[in-house]
């Protein structure tokens, strides 16, 4: 079956980075399209990147441009996602998915 694995969420301060990443298994994780989506505090969920195949091609929400970096490594099943300058607008839960699957999502906290 799919798993979504989450890993890499905690505690940050403003201003620092993270680097979060998602194992998949039981689909042809090379054939598809990855996405990181988060859900901030009382907000509905949002998609922040999107890495085609590939990793040809990335897709950012504008908030995030810039500071975020979406890559995956398709030998290792996996996608990343690097968070540099994080805000504090930043702190939610951090899901990553493929096509109508969901990881469990990891926290995602910025916080002086």
């Known amino acids: 079956q799919v798993q979504l694995v989450e890993s890499g969420g905690g505690l940050v301060q403003p201003g620092g980075s993270l680097r979060l990443s998602c194992a998949a298994s039981?689909?042809?994780?090379?054939?598809?399209?990855m996405s990181w989506y988060r859900q901030r505090p009382g907000k509905e969920r949002e998609l922040v990147a999107v890495?085609?195949?590939?990793?040809?091609?990335?897709k950012y929400r504008d908030s995030v441009k810039g500071r975020f970096t979406i890559s995956r490594d398709n030998a290792k099943k996996t996608v990343y996602l690097q968070m540099n300058s994080l805000k504090t607008v930043d702190t939610a839960v951090y899901y990553c998915?493929?096509?109508?699957?969901w990881g469990q999502g990891t926290q995602v906290t910025v916080s002086s």
């Open positions: 890495i085609a195949s590939d990793g040809g091609s990335t």
């Open positions: 998915t493929y096509l109508l699957y």
């Open positions: 039981g689909f042809t994780f090379s054939s598809y399209a």
